[in-house]
């Protein structure tokens, strides 16, 4: 959450679009006013965009992600899937044959869809601006690893900067220079998880599972991590001391 409070802080109220769900935005047209777009709307914002944005992205640790996650939707009684989750073990999530689509290497699979949508964008056609979500469903048919590894490799390439979950306070320092905003303050650097989370009794075979839909998003993740580090020094971005 507070990734998202660094760019409500950043720019005006009247800048910033209302919609973080792709599913509220596609039912809207761009506004001119709006500059800051944030939230849960996939790489295929571009598209509804009409035009390619400066983009930075966090990724995390695959495993904390997909275990965060899986807690999320048992937490959230909202979440399309929490009554099909209930009474499952990490592993019978990450096998089934529906769940499994919310972790099934997730990240790699969103920066698929940004490369789609560069494509798209580039052949300067408002055509494709009505594509739905449900669209992402054909990402699906990347089950080649090498493919969307490479895929979601040459879109990580196009992103203004990467930041990493694992390295919150420096990722949110990083995309203030790169973009030329006031760098965030102390108190939005800190990364604060819900207070309530349900307890998950996480086996060997839990993490073995995890793993085994996680392992393009490993690769993926680790050289995310690598050009985290080049470009903090790159521009000065250092650890920050906490003080005790």
């Known amino acids: 959450?507070?990734?998202?409070?660094?760019?409500?802080?950043?720019?005006?109220?009247e800048e910033q679009c209302p919609h973080k769900l792709w599913d509220d935005l596609v039912r809207t047209e761009p506004d001119p006013r709006w500059r800051v777009y944030y939230g849960h709307c996939g790489g295929l914002l571009p598209v509804w965009l009409r035009s390619w944005p400066t983009t930075v992205s966090l990724l995390r640790d695959p495993t904390a992600r997909t275990i965060s996650l899986i807690k999320h939707v048992l937490r959230a009684k909202i979440h399309p899937l929490h009554q099909l989750a209930q009474g499952r073990t990490v592993a019978e999530y990450c096998l089934h044959?529906?769940?499994?689509?919310?972790?099934?290497?997730?990240?790699?699979?969103?920066?698929?869809?940004?490369a789609l949508s560069r494509q798209l964008v580039a052949q300067d056609s408002t055509a494709h601006a009505a594509v739905q979500f449900a669209f992402s469903?054909?990402?699906?048919?990347?089950?080649?690893?090498?493919?969307?590894?490479?895929?979601?490799?040459?879109?990580?390439?196009?992103?203004?900067?990467?930041?990493?979950?694992?390295?919150?306070?420096?990722?949110?320092?990083?995309?203030?220079r790169v973009i030329g905003l006031p760098e965030p303050t102390a108190s939005i650097r800190e990364n604060v998880a819900p207070q309530w989370q349900p307890a998950l009794d996480v086996t060997a075979d839990d993490y073995a599972a995890v793993q085994s839909v996680t392992e393009i998003d490993r690769i993926l993740y680790e050289r995310g991590l690598e050009r985290f580090t080049q470009q903090c020094r790159e521009y000065g971005v250092a650890e920050h001391v906490h003080p005790d």
Not at 97 to 114: E, G
């Open 1 to 13: 959450m507070s990734a998202s409070r660094f760019f409500q802080d950043s720019f005006p109220s």
């Open 97 to 114: 044959p529906v769940l499994s689509r919310s972790v099934q290497n997730t990240q790699a699979r969103f920066l698929s869809s940004l």
């Open 137 to 176: 469903n054909s990402l699906y048919a990347l089950d080649s690893p090498a493919a969307l590894l490479e895929t979601a490799l040459t879109s990580m390439d196009a992103l203004a900067a990467v930041g990493v979950a694992e390295k919150h306070d420096m990722s949110l320092t990083l995309f203030a």
